[in-house]
Structures are given as C-alpha cells and as structure tokens.
C-alpha cells in the first residue's frame, strides 16, 4: 500500500520528544514489515528517500486510531518497539482504516 499521509513525529525514543513537532505531507510505501517514507510518488519509484529517512521496521510496532489526538481528524498512531511514535493523518476514516489493517498485518 502507497500514499500521501500527513505526518508528525511525537517521539524520539522512550523518554525523548522528537525535535521536529511540525506536519508534514509525506508519500508513504508499506512494504512487507517496513515503512517508507518519500517526497511523493516519483521519488518513491527513484528511491530517493524524505530526508535521507530509513524505512522504519514494523516489527513489535503497534498500531491504532489515535482517540485521544483531538486537534485533527483521522489520525492514527504508530509506536515502534523502540520508542518512536508518530502520528499520521489520513483524507477520511476509510483509508485511515485501510492503512492501520495494512500496517498491522504487514
Ligand atoms: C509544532 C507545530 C505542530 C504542533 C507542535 C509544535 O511547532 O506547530 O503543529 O503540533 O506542538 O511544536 P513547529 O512547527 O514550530 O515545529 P500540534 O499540531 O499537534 O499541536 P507540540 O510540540 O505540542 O506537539
């Protein structure tokens, strides 16, 4: 699954805040257990990474509707094993469903 999310990262690691707090329209490519992120669709296909960004590994992540984020609407929340969390913000509850089953079952 591929598409445009808009994007804020919450935390770094465990106990750490990201620095970068703002939003972001990201192009975003689940592949089998990983998550990449990309520009748009173009540098997707050239494999030209947003900022140099490593796919993230999905593995132990968890994935879920972020009830309690209130200030946007169909925002999901990633949490990796690691600690990093993100918050994505889909156009509708529709592909913000599609994309949560797609992560957790990649
Ligand atoms: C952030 C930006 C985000 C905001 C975040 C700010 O500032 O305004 O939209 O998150 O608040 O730090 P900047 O663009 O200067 O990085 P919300 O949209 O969720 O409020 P936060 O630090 O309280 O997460």
């Known amino acids: 699954m591929e598409g445009i999310l808009c994007r804020k990262q919450e935390m770094e690691s465990h106990n750490k805040k990201a620095a970068t707090r703002s939003w972001q329209n990201v192009y975003c490519v689940l592949r089998k257990g990983s998550l990449g992120f990309y520009k748009d669709s173009k540098s ?8 140099g960004e490593v796919p993230i590994s999905l593995d132990g992540s968890v994935c879920e509707v972020a009830n309690e984020y209130k200030k946007r609407k169909n925002v999901f929340k990633l949490r990796l094993s690691d600690g ?13 469903s599609s994309w949560i089953q797609s992560i957790v079952s990649s």
């Open 44 to 51: 997707a296909t050239n494999g030209i990474p947003y900022h």
């Open 84 to 96: 990093k969390e993100y918050l994505f913000q889909a156009k509708d509850e529709a592909e913000m």
